[in-house]
């Protein structure tokens, strides 16, 4: 038995089924005539319309483009597939017809060399299911090729015993046309396909060696009977290799989605990303009309927003998804970082995608979707139970650098107790864009360790776009008769949730840690500053909106900024591992976003606020701090800003009376270092910043801390994504400058140190605001090195448990953890040291990895990397804070840091002191006030952050309240008193009256 015999006749299948192939010319180009190949300099983004015109006599006929770059293609002026470096090829009806191309140069990983090219245009006709036969049986050899069994080597025999006796002929202008179709692509040099065998050598040598005129010659291909031998011979397969198959079926059901992981940005900007989709669901509807079985999945619900560019695309899609083809994924408007960002934003991404599904396709999704996130919260579980999904499918944490042994299916239990069934891709090779080769499908499963029946097998091209192609597809129909292949299902995602959510699975608890990607927590300092500026904007502005929404006026609304905001918060644009081009899109996005959230503040501020400075306070505790704001007499002054010492009372808008402080900051300097208090805390600085002392009501805190000290920053490969442990070693210190004081008081004291390096410079400033017990650290970094991190380092004198704030909560994470793979670890906004109500917390709004160094807590400041984008953080904006407590975390002050009362003047006011939307008490932190997205209602979402239950009563006025799902459907009234469990997440939603479901 000669096995490649096989390979020989299924390729000469594919070859003979095409008819008088032929390349055209000339093309359009821009609107100019001309003969391909051309070549054009280009900028990566630029968009080039190719038209072409095709006349076929044949029922089915193949367009295949050989170009560099991608394309949507129109046929006739409608929507009619993508191209691609894995999408070379269309199929399309015959006579006459006219072929548009919007093309840019990306491939689908990004890659490209400036210059948009068309090599050739071939047509052919093609008896189609011959055609699929081939390729079909091309991957049925693949899928037995390396028998390991006595059932795959009597298959071998018999598929070889069959195609022996048949007789197939193919011209050799046949057999260079397939080999032009299959394997002529633009491809990057490390992206080979790789759902297809290598080329057959004969076929491609053949063209090498006398070129593309044998396109010209005058053989006549005689098609007749190759369709009826096509079907014969796979009738004969399957009659003599099923028996096999199903003797050896394993009792896993696989179900097959098509699927393509397009990054909303990446190696390219959001705008390339709306190409992808559209190019990748053209794919996608162009394939769904060739293969009924066909079923596509896709996450996020942003991406299906974009298709409504295309009118005719998207009414096919919305076709499909009415026949359950078109399965939406996630639930999310887009896979956002999960852990950089409040819980709101994760409320919101849930609330926005969920709705966006409903509104459009009648269903939201039922499955998680977020195979990509560098690092999974443990307040996750309970938001996603609460936007009504079911069960989640990750996959990243199989790329762990230490702890590799993952079960493949469990019960993720998060912080409040919610759970929900988790199941991982199993796969660490092609990760969520499956080959579809009959091999992988019997290896997937085979490697499958989990305690479930059903699995979900995600195929396609992805990372960049593509989705399914014809050969994967004719391998999947192939694959059931390969032996050892599971039951195969196309769909039924649902019917998988449920199975995963009727599972007995073991419990996994807290947070899903990814060792890997550690450098994501610090890098790209400037998208990580706007992003947090602009979460906090449109937390003011909700308040604002909800205040004029209990009044019946009208409000300037903030969903389109929010949409934008969760956009810029993709797991690749906030981590600061997306391209220069993706990065600078992003920036501008942020800063318009912000200039665009100011405005419509004070347009909601007109009229609704009190007369005089108004006071916005978004928090439920009353304040009293030093704020920033409009000029006015007397105010002391800093960096060019006006500073108030005001009181604002909780969720409302105030007027705002300046007033002194009850104990007012002062600074002393003594020799080389600078004292700061304010009768609360006093803290010393000595030279470059170093706080030599930090006392709290008379108590020392502090070895020391803020020692500025850099790091050798090489990882061998992710660039900007890793940091690695060695890397902890210190390098160097940067030369320390003395400390001198830069603001006296009485609102605000100051000391200011510069530090220098070979190529870099810091200014800092380290301040005390009158009646803060805070150390605010406030630095300007000039860093034009690359391959060195700074951090900055502390040594609390609490030596208790270490606290990670995360989203909706905190995590205890042990000095053992810490020690080994969680050296360096994501926080949101703060890590505290404990020891027993005492302690020490860090404090920063922007900057988010902690790492862990024998007792010492090293805060990420600057990471600098070449690869994606080897010019983001040359000069970085950074702020931190050193606080001490007595009285377990002080969360007014935490909060009030993270969104502190905004102080304003507005054009139009009332009289009064004020108005305000409820009270809580005691006060639990506030996620959100904001207008309800129908009905008129408005939305309170509360949290307790803490592991003890907590007895609030919340006040409304006359308005009744009632508990609601993240998706603001209403549930049962409360009364006056809540009970918030543990870490949960309440969303209340007011009414004017209750009427109890029938």
């Not at 894995?86 to 490209?112: D, F, V």
């Not at 560019?309 to 899609?317: F, G, I, Q």
């Not at 920036?587 to 501020?605: F, G, H, N, Q």
């Amino acid at each position: 038995m000669k096995p490649r015999l096989v390979e020989r006749k299924a390729f000469w299948l594919v070859a003979a089924s095409l008819i008088r192939p032929r390349l055209v010319s000339p093309i359009r180009l821009e609107g100019e005539a001309v003969n391909p190949p051309v070549y054009r300099r280009s900028p990566p983004y630029k968009v080039w319309t190719i038209e072409l015109e095709v006349d076929q006599p044949w029922r089915s006929n193949i367009v295949k483009i050989h170009m560099e770059g991608s394309g949507l293609a129109s046929l006739d002026g409608r929507t009619y597939a993508g191209l691609d470096n894995a999408h070379t090829y269309m199929i399309i009806p015959g006579g006459r017809h006219r072929l548009t191309i919007e093309a840019t140069l990306p491939t689908i990983h990004g890659y490209h060399r400036l210059r948009i090219a068309v090599d050739y245009v071939l047509v052919a006709g093609v008896e189609l299911e011959a055609f699929k036969t081939g390729l079909r049986l091309l991957a049925l050899y693949e899928g037995l090729s390396n028998p390991q069994d006595p059932a795959t080597m009597e298959a071998l025999r018999r598929l070889h015993s069959i195609l022996e006796e048949a007789r197939i002929d193919a011209t050799p202008r046949q057999l260079v046309a397939a080999s032009m179709i299959l394997y002529d692509s633009n491809w990057s040099p490390w992206t080979p396909r790789k759902e297809l065998p290598p080329p057959r050598f004969d076929a491609y040598m053949i063209r090498g060696l006398y070129g593309d005129e044998l396109l010209q010659g005058d053989e006549e291909e005689d098609p007749r009977g190759v369709e009826d031998l096509a079907r014969k011979l796979w009738g004969r397969v399957e009659e003599a290799l099923e028996p096999i198959a199903e003797a050896s079926r394993t009792g896993r059901i696989l179900h097959l989605v098509a699927h393509s992981h397009i990054d909303t940005a990446w190696l390219w900007p959001v705008e390339e990303a709306r190409r992808k989709v559209l190019r990748t669901n053209a794919t996608v509807a162009h394939l769904a009309g060739l293969y009924p079985e066909m079923a596509y999945a896709q996450s996020p619900a942003l991406h299906h927003k974009w298709l409504k560019e295309k009118e005719d695309l998207y009414a096919e899609v919305s076709r499909l998804a009415g026949e359950g083809r078109w399965i939406p994924l996630g639930g999310f408007l887009v896979e956002g970082d999960l852990q950089m960002v409040h819980g709101e934003s994760l409320a919101r991404q849930l609330l926005y995608g969920q709705l966006h599904y409903t509104r459009e396709l009648g269903k939201p999704a039922r499955l998680g979707w977020l195979p990509d996130n560098f690092g999974y919260p443990a307040s996750l579980p309970q938001l996603l139970a609460q936007a009504g999904l079911k069960a989640l499918v990750i996959q990243k944490i199989l790329w762990n650098d230490t702890n590799k042994g993952h079960i493949h299916a469990f019960r993720w239990r998060g912080l409040d107790g919610t759970e929900i069934p988790v199941q991982v891709i199993p796969d660490n090779r092609y990760a969520y864009n499956a080959p579809a080769k009959p091999s992988h499908v019997v290896e997937y499963t085979r490697n499958y360790k989990g305690g479930t029946r059903r699995l979900v097998y995600p195929y396609g091209y992805g990372d960049g776009g593509g989705g399914p192609t014809i050969e994967m597809l004719e391998a999947l129909r192939a694959a059931r008769l390969v032996p050892g292949a599971p039951i195969i299902v196309h769909g039924g995602l649902d019917q998988l949730a449920e199975d995963l959510a009727d599972s007995s699975l073991p419990v996994v608890e807290g947070e899903l840690y990814l060792e890997l990607h550690r450098g994501t927590y610090t890098v790209n300092q400037e998208i990580k500053r706007l992003a947090y500026t602009a979460e906090y904007k449109l937390r003011i502005l909700d308040l604002l909106n909800s205040l004029h929404t209990l009044e019946g006026t009208r409000h300037p609304g903030s969903k389109d900024l929010w949409e934008k905001l969760l956009t810029i918060q993709f797991h690749d644009i906030l981590p600061g591992s997306a391209s220069r081009e993706a990065n600078r899109e992003a920036v501008d996005t942020a800063i318009k976003l912000i200039r665009e959230a100011d405005r419509r503040i004070m347009e909601a501020l007109d009229g609704l606020a009190p007369c005089g400075m108004a006071v916005v306070n978004p928090n439920p505790w009353p304040t009293s701090m030093v704020l920033e704001g409009p000029e006015a007499p007397g105010c002391q002054r800093w960096r060019g800003k006006c500073l108030h010492w005001i009181h604002a009372e909780p969720l409302g808008a105030w007027r705002a009376e300046p007033g002194e402080p009850p104990s007012p900051a002062w600074v002393v300097e003594e020799g080389d270092t600078v004292v700061l208090g304010n009768g609360m805390v006093r803290a010393r600085i000595g030279p470059g910043g170093l706080v030599e002392s930090l006392e709290y009501m008379g108590r020392e805190t502090l070895e020391w801390g803020n020692r500025l000290e850099v790091h050798i920053d090489e990882p061998p490969e992710w660039d900007a994504w890793d940091v690695e442990k060695w890397s902890l070693r210190t390098y160097k210190t940067p030369s320390p400058g003395r400390p001198r004081a830069t603001a006296r008081g009485p609102l605000r004291a100051c000391a200011g140190t510069t530090l220098h390096m070979d190529n870099g410079r810091v200014e800092l400033e380290a301040c005390i605001d009158a009646g803060s017990p805070a150390l605010d650290i406030y630095a300007r970094v000039e860093w034009l090195e690359r391959g060195l991190m700074l951090r900055s380092w502390t040594k609390p004198r609490a030596q208790g448990r270490i606290l990670f704030e995360t989203p909706y909560g905190y995590i205890e994470r042990s000095r053992r953890e810490l020690e080994g793979p969680k050296f360096e670890s994501p926080m949101l906004r703060w890590v505290a040291v404990d020891e027993d109500g005492r302690g020490l917390l860090i404090y920063s709004p922007h900057h988010h990895g902690i790492a862990y160094r024998q007792g010492e807590l090293g805060l990420g400041i600057v990471k600098r990397p070449y690869f994606p984008d080897p010019w983001i953080d040359e000069r970085v904006e950074a702020r931190w804070s050193l606080i001490p407590y007595h009285n377990g975390v002080p969360w007014s002050l935490v909060y009030a840091k993270w969104s502190p009362p905004l102080l304003a003047k507005p054009r139009r006011c009332r009289p009064g002191r004020g108005i305000g939307v409820a009270r809580i008490e005691p006060p639990v932190p506030v996620s959100t006030i904001k207008p309800a997205e129908e009905g008129g209602a408005v939305v309170l979402r509360l949290y307790n952050p803490t592991p003890s239950t907590r007895r609030v009563r919340i006040e409304a006025g006359a308005r009744m309240l009632r508990r609601a799902s993240i998706l603001e459907e209403p549930r049962e009234p409360i009364d006056s008193w809540l009970e918030i469990g543990p870490f949960k997440v309440e969303t209340l939603i007011t009414a004017t009256r209750y009427n109890p479901a029938p």
